[in-house]
């Protein structure tokens, strides 16, 4: 993982702490490895972490559920959860699970848009591109 995916407010995974929720970037060398502040969580005080040291939270249909997404049985896969990114479903972010496989992909005006979203700051990342909101749980 690099300094440069992530953003404030982005779930990431530390080994000894466990969740952690990025509150700070305070730099970036070259490589792309930084140094982070995280937080346990939006009260809790915040601890320096190097960018290396931390790692990407696997995608879950949990995941997608504490994020909002509703489920929807579809014949073609197992079920896909979606969340709408506007009032009228015309814009969507699919979380289709084949085979306890996550692929999430951007449905906008009809028009599929496939995404290698694998991890929880990924979906975070996109669902802020396309709508200029915060995805939190």
């Not at 997404?69 to 896909?80: L, P, R």
């Not at 906008?108 to 990342?125: A, D, Y």
């Amino acid at each position: 993982m690099k300094a440069t995916e992530l953003r404030i407010g982005n779930y990431v995974w530390d080994d000894y702490s466990g969740e952690m929720i990025v509150y700070a970037i305070t730099g970036n060398d070259t490589t792309g490895f930084g140094d982070i502040s995280l937080r346990k969580n939006k009260i809790s005080p915040s601890g320096s972490y190097k960018v290396k040291d931390v790692k990407p939270i696997p995608l879950t249909e949990q995941w997608l559920k504490d994020f909002g997404f509703t489920e929807v049985k579809d014949k073609a896969y197992h079920y896909t959860l979606k969340i709408p990114i506007d009032g009228e479903n015309k814009n969507e972010i699919v979380g289709i699970i084949v085979n306890n496989n996550i692929v999430c992909c951007a449905i906008t005006n009809g028009h599929w848009s496939s995404n290698n979203i694998f991890h929880v700051h990924q979906l975070q990342n996109l669902y802020f591109a396309l709508t200029g909101m915060e995805l939190t749980k």
